[in-house]
Each structure stands twice: as C-alpha cells, then as structure tokens.
C-alpha cells in the first residue's frame, strides 16, 4: 500500500522530514502491469485536515516485480511462500508513477470506493469516478519543520 496527501496549510511543525507522497492519487505501472491478476484500490481517507488517497494493491505480481515502499515508509516487506522473508527498499521516484489514472480504471486493474462509503463497496469504471485528474502537485512531498517542499518530478 502507498498513497498520496493534499496537503493543508498551514502544515504540522515536525523536528524531522515526513513524505506523505504526491499532492495527487497514482498507481506504479510497473507492479499493476506485472501479472493480469494483478488489481489495485484507490480509496479517499481523512488525515486531520489534509485528504489522503491509500492505494492498495492485490494478487500476485509478476517474479522479481519490485514493489513500492509502504505509505509513509521507506521500506515494503518482502513475502516469499507465504513467509515474510525481511524488507527490501524501493528508490525509484515519481518519475516511475501514473498519474493518468483513467486507463487503468478503463482496463479494471484500478478499481475505486467512493469517498465517505463506509461499506467500502468497490467501483468499477470511470463513470462518476472522482478520481480521474485530479490537481495537485506531481512531486514527491517532503514536510518538515513546518514547511512543505516537493522534489521535481523527472522524466
């Protein structure tokens, strides 16, 4: 899972860098394309006053398909078997994300849950989807000491 913040200002004051993603959802082509089963879950949540998108992914990816460190983190567990086998730590950046979220929503590798349903019923589809371009900025988000940059977005 990983996901992307709107952040409000003014921003909380922490005494060290917290990276709550891109100011806008995005899926990771290189996981969501690995395998056909593969499917991932946009899902809107509250944070304090900033609005948060958790994107979750499901099924078994391809062998070898790097995965993205957890939301907020700056590793992903590695599960081998059914077997948690340590952590392993992505580097790559928002260069390597998809913004364009309307094909895969097309496709039905993204699916959606309505903002504010609480029975987490899951969409299919990009009628009514609230998602789809969305602004905000592209960057990867860096809070810290009451400020907010964003690292550019390569490629």
């Known amino acids: ?17 917290v990276v709550p993603g891109p100011g806008a959802p995005f899926v990771v082509p290189r996981i969501l394309g690995s395998a056909p089963e593969v499917r991932a879950v946009i899902a809107e949540v509250a944070v304090g006053r900033h609005t948060g998108w958790a994107i979750s992914y499901f099924g078994r990816p391809a062998a070898g398909t790097r995965l993205v460190n957890l939301w907020g983190g700056d590793s992903y567990p590695v599960v081998e078997d059914g077997l948690w086998t340590g952590w392993e730590r992505e580097r790559s950046g928002v260069e390597r994300y998809d913004f364009d979220l309307e094909p895969w929503i097309g496709t039905g590798a993204l699916l959606w849950i309505t903002p504010g349903d609480e029975s987490a019923t899951l969409r299919q589809g990009v009628d ?25 977005r390569l490629g």
């Open 128 to 152: 009514k989807c609230p998602y789809l371009d969305l602004p905000g900025p592209r960057g990867l988000g860096v809070v810290g000491y009451g400020q907010v940059r964003y690292t550019p």
């Open 1 to 17: 899972m990983t996901g992307a913040m709107r952040l409000a200002e003014p921003v909380e004051y922490t005494p060290f860098p």
